[in-house]
């Protein structure tokens, strides 16, 4: 039976940098990661696909990305990196569309939280880039917190047409206050061109003491908001090794979500994603 994690990256420090790993409370995970590293983990989960996932805004990773998706079973998709403010950004997703493996480009993302501007989704460039997106027959993912919440919901409304991946729920701190998150997130998911991947939650809590119950609340509000149908399982492996192992993190997903139908969790683990990408 197929049973997908929807979310993990990969990296080579002796190829690039990671440039988001700033200070000392990364260096447990300061090291290679490739494909091999992971095979045996999701094997013993269960795990029979993978999307991976773009860490920088290099277009070179992108397509280091799909020559590993081409030579090895496990990933089945990648989302990867275009700059969407480039006025050839069509041209761009087209050449890697046209690679031998091109098909393996499921969606596209940006590191959205890092901009200073929270409303950069809205800007003009971005709307156009976004549109590019949506005509090569791509997904987009969502990497957000709160504070860009709003400019992620009009985005939605304006594009009804590019199917939109909400990353690690938009990582809300767990253990603060629901809302203003939750309400927002609601409003997100009242557009059927929305899906939210439930990932990234154990590095938003304490790294050294969480418990699944501390997860529960915000995983229900996504359950309930989305409904299992928009809402798909991802590791964000390795970056999940700083508060849990993978293991640890596919058996809190599946506690998370055990009062849901065994269809309802078939959705979670495989539907909602092989759908979305297009697996």
């Known amino acids: 039976m197929t049973r997908v994690d929807a979310h993990h990256h990969i990296w080579d420090l002796t190829v690039r940098e990671q440039t988001w790993m700033v200070g000392p409370a990364l260096d447990p995970i300061r090291r290679n990661y490739s494909i091999d590293d992971l095979a045996l983990q999701a094997a013993a989960a269960g795990i029979t696909a993978t999307v991976l996932v773009q860490t920088v805004g290099l277009v070179e990773e992108t397509v280091e990305f799909l020559e590993v998706a081409a030579s090895n079973d496990l990933v089945a998709g990648v989302v990867g990196w275009v700059d969407l403010t480039a006025d050839d950004v069509a041209t761009a997703l087209e050449g890697l569309r046209s690679r031998p493996d091109g098909a393996y480009l499921k969606a596209i993302r940006h590191q959205v939280h890092d901009e200073p501007d929270v409303d950069w989704l809205l800007r003009p460039d971005v ?5 590019a997106v949506a005509d090569a027959g791509l997904a987009y993912d969502l ?8 400019a992620a919901i009009q985005t939605a409304r304006n594009l009804p047409q590019l199917n939109f991946v909400v990353d690690h729920i938009s990582k809300p701190v767990i253990g603060e206050p ?4 939750a309400t927002q997130l609601r409003e997100l998911a009242a557009l059927s061109n929305v899906t939210c991947k439930l990932s990234g939650m154990v590095t938003e809590a304490s790294w050294t003491d969480w418990k699944p119950a501390d997860l529960q609340p915000y995983a229900d509000v996504v359950l309930d908001a989305f409904t299992p149908a928009r809402v798909m399982f991802g590791s964000d492996w390795p970056v999940c090794l700083l508060a849990a192992s993978y293991a640890e993190v596919v058996e809190t997903a599946e506690t998370l979500t055990a009062s849901l139908t065994p269809t309802e969790r078939e959705a979670v683990f495989a539907t909602t ?5 297009k697996l």
Do not use: C, I, M, V
């Open 127 to 131: 709307q156009r880039g976004l549109s």
């Open 143 to 150: 990497l957000t917190k709160t504070p860009h919440l709003p």
């Open 178 to 181: 629901l809302e203003p998150w």
């Open 273 to 277: 994603a092989t759908n979305t990408y």
